[in-house]
């Protein structure tokens, strides 16, 4: 990982990844900006946005210093932009924002409080309010994701079997230990195997209060129904693909513990519980095999009457 912690770096950056956000980041900018914590730098990496974000981005650069803003010559893909604004980053401390979510002024300092009480902790996140286009909560969500176990694969097992929306993608974290990751893979529901990844480091710290407001609305990557859909937003060289989900999931899992620094029985304690996994998804990974073998056939068929 290129990026190395600066002595001169602010404590906590911030990096915001967005592409085409016009209509919600200038409310995600002044939420951030009115954090009590003022120590902080926020990284914006426009994904080659063809709407007003520029714009926005460079006004809000000229009345705050701490805002940084970067555009990419071509869309490179949500997965890609997400790292970007990391690897851009020099501080202790790094925090996602999507360009439509926002915070509650205190959410900065309590996470720091926290990671600077338990050193032993690679990610503190809060509880999460869903809200909608018109900032209306719609539900408030417990991810429960308190994890600090001694014991890595009961971390690991609990992370895999609590997961939910992931919403502690958006928790801050030590910037040290995220660098040991690979970060967000090009694929959809890369950022579970990434929190699973994270969790081999650390504990996870969940402060229950819900300081997190994160936005569902039409034009979300949320709202994108097919699978051939999430996989152009992650990686739109990737689209067309035939892409099995458990599988994939499970994979890099298996590579996520093999490069961890693990000492030899919790790495052979991670691995039972992945090979446990596999036992209780062999269902869904049957029928994505027998889906993508289909596919894969008529694909070959097409391409066959197209030759003749």
């Keep these: 990982m290129p990026n190395l912690i600066c002595p001169s770096a602010p404590p906590i950056c911030i990096g915001v990844p967005v592409y085409n956000g016009e209509k919600f980041i200038g409310l995600t900018l002044d939420s951030l900006l009115a954090q009590t914590y003022p120590n ?3 990284i914006i990496s426009d994904n080659a946005s063809s709407d007003n974000t520029e714009a926005i981005c460079k006004e809000y650069m000229k009345k705050d210093k701490r805002i940084k803003y ?6 490179l893909g949500a997965a890609k932009n997400f790292n970007r604004v990391f690897e851009l980053s020099r501080s202790k401390y790094f925090r996602w924002n999507s360009a439509d979510d926002i915070c509650s002024p205190n959410l900065l300092e309590k996470c720091k409080n926290m990671l600077d009480t338990y050193p032993d902790a690679a ?9 909608d286009e018109r900032n209306k909560i719609v539900k408030f969500y417990e991810d429960d994701l308190n994890l600090q176990h001694q014991q890595v694969w009961k971390r690991f097992l609990l992370l895999n079997l609590k997961l939910g929306l ?3 993608q958006f928790g801050l974290m030590r910037s040290d230990v995220l660098r040991k990751t690979k970060l967000e893979g090009n694929y959809p529901g890369s950022d579970m195997v990434f929190l699973a990844e994270m969790i081999l480091y650390g504990k996870f710290i969940q402060i229950p209060e819900f300081l997190f407001f994160r936005r ?5 990557f949320s709202s994108l129904a097919s699978e ?3 996989q152009a937003y992650w990686d739109p060289m990737t689209r067309g693909k035939i892409f099995l989900r458990t599988w994939k999931h499970l994979f890099e899992n298996f590579r996520s ?8 029985l919790d790495k052979l304690s991670v691995f039972k519980v992945l090979m446990q996994l596999v036992v209780w998804y062999r269902k869904k990974m049957l029928q994505e095999l ?4 289909q596919v894969f056939l008529k694909r070959l068929s097409f391409k066959n009457c197209m030759i003749c």
């Excluded at 970067?70 to 869309?75: G, M």
């Excluded at 990610?123 to 809200?131: A, D, E, G, K, R």
Aim: aromatic share 12%; with cysteine.
């Design 257 to 264: 513990v093999k490069r961890a620094p693990l000492k030899f």
């Design 40 to 42: 902080f730098e926020i």
């Design 166 to 168: 992931c919403n502690a």
């Design 228 to 230: 051939e859909q999430q």
């Design 70 to 75: 970067y555009r990419n010559e071509i869309n």
């Design 216 to 220: 569902f609305h039409a034009s979300a």
């Design 123 to 131: 990610l503190c996140s809060v509880n999460t309010c869903i809200i």
């Design 290 to 293: 027998v889906w993508g073998t």
